[in-house]
């Protein structure tokens, strides 16, 4: 499988930036953003991710939000949101703005790869099938 | 010991004496109620019927009165008038007398025994006749008595006769000294000073015999007085003639009217009227007449419809009174069941709000402890040959370990917090119990717990949401395993209610709880699972949440030292249920 794009957006640098290291160790390339304003900085600079992980609750614009504004941004891009707050209708919302999945801190590494994994064939064969 | 907690026992926060408190002030308050009602019907029944009663008893006494008084009046006007015209017939006679006949002629013994048995024959009552000079001296005298000669001029009666010309005297013994009275009348002798007086008296028993022939049923007595209330006839009651009448009254000029009623020993009505030209006042009396005795039966019988009236309606008030009060006392203990009842699910629902928030708050620092820990694993496993490696591996474990303990109870939290619809199929209890069980078949053989079904088989389907259910009966079932511990069993029996329910009882021979635990069980956070990684006390108050939002309601039993048992009844369709 090839290398792929991570972005990570978390209020919780710590645990962004920490989570976005062990990915790297899995061989997974990522970037980290604070919120929105700089997740959509990153994507302006050219770097696409394949995958962004988001966090729910942010000062500012809140997952949800953001998720919507990302997906202006491309509309190809797979996003699980990970979150400390679980809800189900936050999920059923998500889910209806093109949410990939919805995981709940603290999360297995295992299952977060797994989940990128999943998500990341998914853009790619929905990519594949767009250029057949 | 068994504890059947009905829905209000589940939900009990208050100690015991504050409780007992309330129950006593309730207690007082209901009594208050309950005789409150008690004295306003009463008011309301009996105001009425006192009123009612009251006014028939003054009305018919007053009628009754007026009658008596009428009688009373009729009669002693009509007895008047037949002694004013035996008077008037009696004074005729012999006005007519003394202007037909001479001195001369009257002075005459034989004349005068003559007229006088003339007169006689006509007027009944008549003793004698005799004539007086203008000295006052009587100079002739037809009669019984020997009383020629005798000297009237200082005689109250000579000298009203002078003055009047015509007088009916007051009754009086006389020289004779037999009670009588007198008829006057003067007479002027042409050429002659001074006026004789021709005078005729009349025995008391004459006016005594016509006032008994004018006596009746409606009236008790008659009898005359004087001015002075000197008795001129003898009365059953006041005493001999010349006694005094007591009863002393305004004088009576005309017509005949009531003087006075007496309630001392009985009803006494009287009435007078003057006896027009004499001095004296004729008296009827009546005491306790046909009028009074039918009064006093009309009295009596209303008194004992009254009293009988007031005794039904008391015992019907009392009544009435007392299922009111009982009818009020259900609706306000089913209205505070409800209000427990929402005050719990009120609490659960901040308790969720509040572990919502606490779960959120956690979970961050939990995710970056984790995520540090397993990056340290990661970079430890790429340099094998770091010193201590396995021991550092053990302690990074360890940590994860711990992470996801954590981990467990926040979401448990969460998942308690979760405001899930209620999804309604069509539900086999008996199929979500097998399945449920087989989650827990492995747990319970390898802890040796047997357990039995007594799966009703033809029992109806349900209304209901699965997931939900499943988590119920897996939460229940599992909290036994948990309360058995090793070796025993459980024993789960469906069963059909009537009115549209089902009962599921889930009993395990575990060690049973006692009364204070049993209160507080469905309260969060509680727990009586001891020790580490056991319990955060949530199970039991999500299970009852679960329940109550599946509209059906759960109860246990249980005894020390004999196990648990907890009853989980839903109604078949909780949609008509709720309609």
């Known amino acids: 499988m ?7 957006v978390d209020d919780e640098t710590e645990f962004a930036a920490t989570l976005a290291e062990r990915l790297e160790l899995r061989r997974m390339r990522t970037r980290v953003a604070g ?18 992980l988001l966090d729910l609750k942010m000062p500012g614009l809140d997952g949800l939000q953001t998720l919507t504004l990302l997906k202006q941004q491309d509309s190809a891009l797979e996003v699980i949101l990970v979150s400390g707050h679980g809800s189900t209708s936050t999920g059923m919302e998500g889910m209806q703005k093109g949410l990939f999945d919805y995981l709940l801190k603290p999360v297995d590494i295992g299952v977060v790869v797994e989940k990128i994994e999943q998500a990341y064939l998914k853009k ?4 594949q099938r767009g250029k057949d | 010991m068994i504890f059947r907690l009905p829905k209000i026992e589940k939900v009990l926060f208050e100690g015991r004496t504050s409780r007992h408190r309330q129950n006593l002030s309730a207690e007082g308050r209901y009594r208050h109620l309950r005789r409150s009602l008690l004295v306003t019907m009463l008011l309301i029944t009996l105001i009425p019927l ?25 009669h002693g006007e009509s007895t008047q008038r037949s002694l004013e015209v035996f008077l008037d017939k009696l004074k005729n006679a012999l006005v007519v007398t003394a202007n037909s006949y001479p001195v001369g002629d009257l002075v005459q013994q034989k004349n005068l025994d003559r007229i006088f048995t003339e007169l ?7 003793v004698d006749l005799s004539l007086i000079n203008p000295e006052g001296i009587q100079v002739a005298y037809a009669g019984p008595y020997n009383l020629l000669g005798k000297n009237y001029r200082g005689s109250a009666w000579y000298n009203q006769a002078l003055a009047r010309k015509v007088f009916v005297s007051d009754v009086f013994t006389g020289y004779r000294n037999v009670p009588h009275f007198v008829i006057a009348v003067t007479k002027k002798e042409p050429g002659q000073n001074g006026y004789w007086v021709v005078r005729a008296s009349i025995d008391t028993r004459t006016l005594e015999d016509f006032l008994a022939s004018a006596w009746a049923e409606q009236i008790d007595e008659l ?30 000029r005309k017509g005949f009217n009531l003087i006075s009623e007496q309630s001392n020993n009985g009803k006494v009505l009287r009435a007078a009227g003057a006896v027009v030209g004499t001095t004296w006042t004729l008296v009827v009396e009546q005491r306790d007449n ?17 009293v009988i009236t007031v005794l039904a309606a008391g015992v019907l008030i009392i009544n009435i009174s007392n299922a009111l009060a009982a009818k009020i006392r259900a609706a306000d203990e089913d209205r505070e069941l409800f209000l427990k009842d929402q005050e719990h699910t009120n609490k659960l629902a901040s308790i969720g709000r509040l572990a919502a928030g606490v779960a959120h708050e956690i979970n961050n620092p939990l995710a970056i402890i984790n995520e540090k820990a397993g990056l340290l694993k990661d970079i430890l496993k790429l340099t094998r040959d770091f010193p201590h490696h396995d021991k550092f591996i053990t302690q990074l474990t360890a940590l994860e370990s711990a992470v996801e303990r954590a981990r467990a109870i926040t979401h448990r939290l969460l998942g308690f917090a979760r405001r899930m619809d209620v999804s309604l199929k069509s539900v086999q209890l008996n199929e979500i119990i097998r399945e449920v069980l087989g989650f827990l078949e492995k747990e319970a053989l390898y802890r040796n717990i047997k357990l039995e079904l007594h799966l009703l088989r033809d029992l109806p389907p349900i209304k209901s949401d699965p997931g939900q259910l499943q988590q119920v009966l897996l939460n229940i079932i599992n909290n036994a395993i948990d309360a058995i511990d090793k070796d025993g069993n459980i024993r789960i029996t469906t069963q059909q209610l009537t009115a549209g329910r089902v009962q599921v009882d889930i009993r395990d021979d575990g060690p049973g709880m006692p009364h204070h635990i049993l209160q507080n069980i469905f309260e969060p956070f509680f727990s009586t699972k001891l020790g580490e990684g056991h319990g955060t006390g949530l199970g039991l108050s999500i299970t009852y949440g679960l329940v109550k939002k599946l509209g059906g309601e759960i109860y246990v039993e249980s005894d020390e030292g004999l196990g648990t048992t907890f009853s989980l009844v839903f109604p078949i369709d909780q949609q008509q249920e709720r309609g």
């Open chain 1, 124 to 127: 790619t064969g929905s990519a």
């Open chain 2, 120 to 126: 006689k024959n006509d007027h009944r009552g008549l």
């Open chain 1, 2 to 8: 090839a290398e792929i794009k991570v972005l990570i």
């Open chain 2, 50 to 74: 006192a009123g009612t009663s009251l006014l028939s008893f003054f009305q018919y006494r007053q009628l009754i009165r007026q009658e008596a008084i009428n009688n009373l009046q009729w």
């Open chain 1, 35 to 52: 919120g929105a304003d700089e997740a959509l900085a990153i994507m302006g600079e050219g770097w696409r991710p394949d995958v962004v």
């Open chain 2, 290 to 306: 046909a009028e009074q005795k039918s009064w006093h039966s009309f009295r009596d019988q209303l008194v004992i419809i009254f």
């Open chain 2, 223 to 252: 009898f005359l007085i004087n001015q002075e209330n000197i008795l001129q006839t003898s009365s059953w009651h006041w005493g001999r003639t010349g006694e005094t009448f007591p009863i002393t009254f305004s004088p009576i």
